[in-house]
């Protein structure tokens, strides 16, 4: 069992960014945090979870360092009888909201892992991507977090953005491995709709030879690749639950949660989930759906997909790749090691 905890606040929206996400809505913090509680307390029982048995927890958003660790506190008052010791608890955090006193009054909630949005360390494009923070503001958040005790870091990069080049993405890493991480995921740049850069598509680059190089450059520097967007000598447990369908409660305007074959949609606006947050839409998966969802999860990661959930025509086709050396076969388990084909292979398997 995982749980998501969503954080809607954000200091300014990316021009990028698709989440549910409110740069205005700063005034509801305190009534939204009473409300997200009692949504969780009502998701353990809902989930029937068992004491010892949350083994990750990934505050996430939006933008969880603009909400203070005091109001973090019931949640993690709530939650605590739940969780496993030694519990992987991860928070995203921006450089610019990341003080060292939040970094401090999250470690000692028990926090043990920070996400860093670092995204790029190249002033003009943090600017041209509408971030919020400087190089400098990210680096000095990442070495403080260390020196508090955080001993897993992780900051997120992004690459495909118009302009980027060779040498400029080998400076962003370059940069990123002089700093104490243990973890970086790579995002190529995607245009979603409702976003701003949905009206200006051309800002994203097609360009396959810069994603090769962004994962061979990461990998020369010692992080292997264990999933398309993620590269590290530590791997995410709750990145993991993901890709291996576990359950996984969400709590927050905007969470997803799921259950065997069922996902809850909590609502998304602020003030109406304020008001109702037990208002939840639910959403029944089909067989076909789960094993299709299993298969791209499984065949983009280091998780694989076990033989035993394929059909026979499904099988026969994946030890056809298997003979073509697109697929290896291991312990009655079939893994990818080019994760930027998956999608092709999953469809083949798929017919």
């Known amino acids: 069992?995982?749980?998501?905890?969503?954080?809607?606040?954000c200091d300014s929206k990316c021009y990028y960014c698709s989440f549910n996400s409110y740069v205005d809505k700063f005034d509801t913090r305190k009534d939204y945090m009473l409300a997200l509680e009692k949504q969780l307390n009502f998701e353990l029982k809902r989930f029937k979870v068992q004491p010892h048995t949350i083994e990750t927890i990934f505050i996430g958003g939006g933008?969880?360092?603009?909400?203070?660790?005091?109001?973090?506190?019931?949640?993690?008052?709530?939650?605590?009888?739940?969780?496993?010791?030694?519990?992987?608890?991860?928070s995203e955090a921006n450089p610019n909201s990341a003080t060292k006193e939040w970094l401090k009054g999250m470690f000692n909630l028990g926090v043990n892992r920070i996400s860093f949005g670092v995204q790029?360390?190249?002033?003009?494009?943090?600017?041209?991507?509408?971030?919020?923070?400087?190089?400098?503001?990210?680096?000095?958040?990442?070495?403080?977090?260390?020196?508090i005790g955080f001993k897993n870091l992780s900051l997120d990069l992004i690459y495909n953005y118009q302009g980027d080049t060779k040498e400029l993405l080998k400076?962003?890493?370059?940069?990123?491995?002089?700093?104490?991480?243990?973890?970086?995921?790579?995002?190529?740049?995607t245009i979603e709709s409702g976003t701003k850069f949905a009206s200006t598509p051309k800002v994203r680059q097609e360009s396959d030879e810069l994603a090769f190089f962004v994962t061979e450059e990461i990998e020369r520097h010692g992080f292997k690749q264990y999933e398309i967007s993620n590269f590290g000598t530590y791997e995410s447990i709750h990145n993991r639950g993901y890709w291996e369908l576990k359950d996984?409660?969400?709590?927050?305007?905007?969470?997803?949660?799921?259950?065997?074959?069922t996902r809850y949609y909590p609502t998304r606006e602020i003030?109406?989930?304020?008001?109702?947050?037990?208002?939840i839409?639910?959403?029944?998966?089909?067989?076909?759906?789960?094993?299709?969802?299993?298969?791209?999860?499984?065949?983009?990661?280091?998780?694989?997909?076990?033989?035993?959930v394929l059909t026979r025509a499904m099988k026969k086709r994946a030890d056809f790749l298997v003979e073509k050396e697109k697929l290896e076969y291991n312990s009655n388990c079939y893994y990818n090691h080019n994760y930027f084909i998956a999608d092709e292979l999953v469809l083949y398997i798929l017919d």
């Open 63 to 90: 933008t969880p360092s603009t909400i203070d660790p005091t109001l973090y506190e019931p949640i993690f008052k709530a939650i605590s009888p739940y969780l496993k010791k030694d519990a992987e608890i991860t």
């Open 271 to 279: 003030d109406l989930y304020i008001k109702e947050p037990l208002n």
């Open 1 to 9: 069992m995982l749980l998501y905890i969503h954080i809607p606040y």
């Open 248 to 261: 996984y409660i969400g709590v927050g305007a905007g969470a997803v949660g799921f259950l065997q074959d």
């Open 120 to 147: 790029s360390f190249n002033r003009d494009k943090l600017k041209n991507l509408n971030r919020a923070h400087s190089s400098k503001q990210a680096i000095d958040a990442i070495k403080i977090a260390h020196k």
């Open 281 to 308: 839409h639910k959403e029944r998966l089909i067989e076909e759906e789960l094993l299709t969802e299993r298969l791209f999860l499984g065949l983009r990661s280091n998780i694989g997909v076990d033989e035993k």
């Open 171 to 189: 400076d962003d890493i370059t940069k990123a491995f002089q700093l104490p991480i243990n973890h970086i995921s790579a995002y190529e740049l």
